[in-house]
């Protein structure tokens, strides 16, 4: 199994950037997609992007399309979700996961069902 723990989420001003990190501990992360989704207070967890397992392809949700990037250091077993142009809709709370039995330049699937391991979250608020 791997266990996963997001950092970084804080109040940001709409415009504003903010850097997301994913640790990973338990087996390496090299093995998995790795996926960022959001879950907006009252709403569906809402997949925002993924990574395939080496690093080389990424895929994201159309809200946040152009404005988000996901990078990851699989020897650090680290995945990183770097959100610029920040808006209040962007609000929620914001998870990792992992995808198992994937090729390696799959970049996953965009739904929660699918990802196998999940971190606890971490909170984004992003005002107006």
């Known amino acids: 199994q791997v266990q996963l723990a997001e950092s970084g989420g804080r109040l940001v001003q709409a415009g504003g950037s903010l850097r997301l990190s994913c640790a990973a501990s338990?087996?390496?992360?090299?093995?998995?997609?790795m996926g960022w989704f959001r879950q907006a207070l009252g709403k569906e967890r809402e997949y925002v992007g993924s990574?395939?397992?080496?690093?080389?392809?990424?895929f994201f949700g159309d809200s946040v399309k152009g404005r988000f990037t996901i990078s990851r250091d699989n020897a650090e077993s680290t995945v990183y979700l770097q959100m610029s142009a920040l808006r209040p809709e962007d609000t929620g709370v914001y998870f990792c996961?992992?995808?198992?039995?994937?090729?390696?330049?799959?970049?996953?699937?965009?739904?929660?069902?699918?990802?196998?391991?999940w971190g606890q979250g971490t909170q984004v608020t992003v005002s107006s």
């Open positions: 990574i395939s397992r080496n690093g080389l392809r990424t």
């Open positions: 338990g087996r390496t992360i090299s093995n998995y997609v």
């Open positions: 996961a992992a995808q198992t039995r994937v090729l390696s330049a799959s970049v996953g699937t965009t739904e929660p069902a699918d990802y196998h391991y």
